[in-house]
């Protein structure tokens, strides 16, 4: 990836290439168009809730698949170090906001990596939050 690429870019091109208006994405995923628009200009960084609806889109096209893979995979190819280590691409490591020391949080089939600080708000957050999400499990009948 080209120092002139990045995340809100390839976002603004997705969705000029399904056709989509900043505010028909934003209906779809239950944000502000301003939002859409500081996502594509690289001003901020989608939240998770945003970047969850992005991926629940609608995947009976090939375009939304497409467009989900771009929302979350941003693959690439990286080579181990000796030591078995991976080096993250800068453009990860700053929509990541990763700095100092990174938590690794495994999920089912997937890896996540978080800044520390930003792993603590969450833990912290979702503890309080326990019974809530209890209570909608429940409801789900999970």
């Given amino acids: 990836m080209s ?13 000029r290439a399904l056709d989509l208006t ?3 994405l ?3 995923v239950g944000c502000a168009a301003v939002t859409i628009r500081k996502i594509e200009y690289d ?32 693959a690439m190819a990286v080579d ?16 990541a906001n990763l700095s100092g020391t990174v938590v690794v949080a495994g999920l089912y089939a997937r890896v996540e990596l978080w800044n520390q600080k930003d792993w603590q708000a969450y833990q ?9 999400l209890a209570a909608k499990l429940t409801e789900l009948g999970v």
């Fill in 26 to 28: 934003a209906r779809r």
């Fill in 124 to 132: 912290e957050k979702a503890e309080g939050e326990t019974g809530d």
């Fill in 80 to 95: 181990l170090d000796r030591a078995g280590r991976i080096v993250i691409p800068q453009y990860l490591r700053k929509f």
């Fill in 43 to 74: 001003e901020i960084r989608p939240s998770v809730q945003i970047a969850e609806r992005l991926a629940n889109l609608p995947t009976g096209s090939a375009d939304a698949r497409a467009f989900t893979r771009l929302m979350l995979a941003g």
């Fill in 3 to 15: 120092n002139e690429e990045s995340f809100g870019r390839m976002v603004r091109e997705r969705r």
């Fill in 22 to 24: 900043q505010e028909e």
